[in-house]
């Protein structure tokens, strides 16, 4: 079993900045590709970023690249998302998830999952 817990968000101006930290416990999550996701009221939960088990291979969604930046520490058990030049459109709660297998872009490739932090860009 693993435990994930986000935190980091809150309400930010247009064009500021926040970083996630998605924290695990229960075991570790080191051998375990990681995924960001967010769900705004009334659509769908949809791909933000993920990240191997080593760090070196990161992808992201076209709405997100050069702005967002995933990242992780395994040896503080946590996985984070540097959000840049946040726009309001990016307002959603936003959600960390252990990969388990198929389509790293689908939620249904992801098992375990936190129970989200809220994210607010006000323009």
């Known amino acids: 079993q693993v435990q994930l817990v986000e935190s980091g968000g809150g309400l930010v101006q247009d064009g500021g900045s926040l970083r996630l930290s998605c924290a695990a416990s229960g075991r570790t999550i080191s051998t375990f590709a990681m995924g960001w996701f967010r769900q705004a009221p009334g659509k769908e939960r949809e791909f933000v970023a993920s990240i191997n088990w080593s760090g070196d291979i990161t992808n992201y969604a076209d709405s997100v690249k050069g702005r967002f930046t995933i990242s992780r520490d395994n040896a503080k058990n946590t996985v984070y998302l540097q959000m840049n030049s946040l726009k309001p459109e990016d307002t959603a709660v936003y959600y960390c998830?252990?990969?388990?297998?198929?389509?790293?872009?689908?939620?249904?490739?992801?098992?375990?999952w936190g129970q989200g932090t809220q994210v607010t860009v006000s323009s």
């Open positions: 998830a252990t990969r388990t297998s198929g389509y790293y872009r689908a939620p249904a490739a992801y098992g375990y």
